[in-house]
């Protein structure tokens, strides 16, 4: 490698946490009390089936950009009636919104972040929010150098903006940088500017064996977790 | 209180580090095997100076908005001749412009921060830009939540600007959002916008009594320290 490597910028959603099982468990603990029964994981594919097109309208300049709770819960919205739910009451809409701000994360996470952190600079590339990345990394214990992606960028992955703005954020180049995720597109992206690469193998992001299982792009590094990426990188 | 704080946001220069020593510090280490001789904490003291006035560039909208980073290059090149300094190598220049990314805390301050995140989101809200707060904290053990402050508002402190957007990416009101700081202008302005705010007294940040050994403003807080804050925060 040229120049050494940094920093490590992380996707979240499927790499770093289990958001399927999350919102499932989380949706079904609101609505299963107020008398809704349903498949949650359908439930929760569906609300996660809106969060590219929602995006798609800012990177496209269809419309402005918004913090990532705001399209979760105009996409709640939106697939509640084809589930028959609803109305609710505000204080459940918005707790069931934030059951973004509740998601477990890979078990392997929290120590692999813990052991990278003692070579790198770590830090989210998300297109989650600042408090949404903040109330996962209190939850699961997990420690950044700073919050970077989307908002302090103003537009979403995998528009150029956001992974240049978190390269100039640390005052760095892209090829001192790595953004780490589970999805060969995201890789691509980041690759396209410079940015070294690693996948995180994801087998059962969206349920058992719907997945990426390997990259299908080239990249720096292809790991089993993050641990495995720890040790690929001599941490 | 009516509202609950949730988060304390923290200005930096002075309140957190003490700058004049450590700049004075690492100016003597650079620039005294070259040869140079002169008083190390006016030179710290002429670097401060240009500070306010290359902000306030950018907060009249005379200049565009520039990393602290940049704005300390400048100064450093504004100020040099005036202590007969120069010209130096550009690695030279650049390990002196980042003097400010290796400040000493303030002897209270990690044990400070430790206690009051147990109990509050934190945040530095400065005029730094994300890189250097980096690297102070990697330095000096701080942990913080996020990087908030000039970087992600795209102006300075104190802009109304800077705050709200702090406020903003937490999710809060500025009801529920504490500004520290060692500076009444700050927390004026802070005030003015709803945000509470806790004074720390740094009686010698200018040097030997020269600082703000008590706010001039009406505070929310008056702390000796973070850990004097930490217990009148029942924390």
Redesign the interface.
């Known amino acids: 490698m040229a120049e050494a490597v940094k920093a490590l910028f992380f996707d979240v959603f499927g790499t770093l946490m289990d958001w399927r099982s999350s919102i499932a468990r989380e949706s079904q603990a609101i609505l299963e009390p107020l008398g809704y029964k349903l498949d949650w994981f359908a439930f929760a594919d569906a609300w996660r089936a809106e969060y590219q097109p929602s995006m798609e309208e800012v990177r496209a300049g269809r419309a402005p950009f918004s913090k990532l709770?705001v399209l979760h819960r105009r996409n709640l919205e939106r697939i509640m009636p084809k589930f028959g739910i609803g109305p609710l009451p505000e204080a459940t809409l918005e707790h069931l919104n934030l059951a973004w701000h509740r998601l477990d994360a890979w078990p392997d996470v929290p120590a692999g972040l813990r052991r990278l952190r003692e070579k790198f600079?770590l830090a989210p590339c998300s297109n989650g929010?600042?408090?949404l990345?903040?109330d996962l990394?209190?939850r699961n214990d997990l420690?950044?150098?700073?919050?970077?992606g989307a908002?302090?960028a103003g537009d979403f992955k995998p528009k150029p903006r956001v992974y240049l703005a978190a390269v100039e954020?640390?005052?760095l180049t892209p090829g001192r940088c790595m953004m780490v995720a589970a999805h060969s597109s995201d890789l691509a992206a980041a690759s396209a500017l410079g940015v070294r690469t690693a996948h995180i193998a994801r087998a059962d992001e969206y349920g058992p064996g719907r997945g990426e299982a390997a990259p299908t792009v080239p990249v720096d590094y292809a790991a089993s977790s993050l641990e495995d990426l720890a040790a690929k990188l001599g941490v």
């Open positions: 709770d600079l929010n600042i408090a990345m903040v990394a209190r420690w950044w150098d700073a919050i970077l908002d302090i954020a640390f005052n």
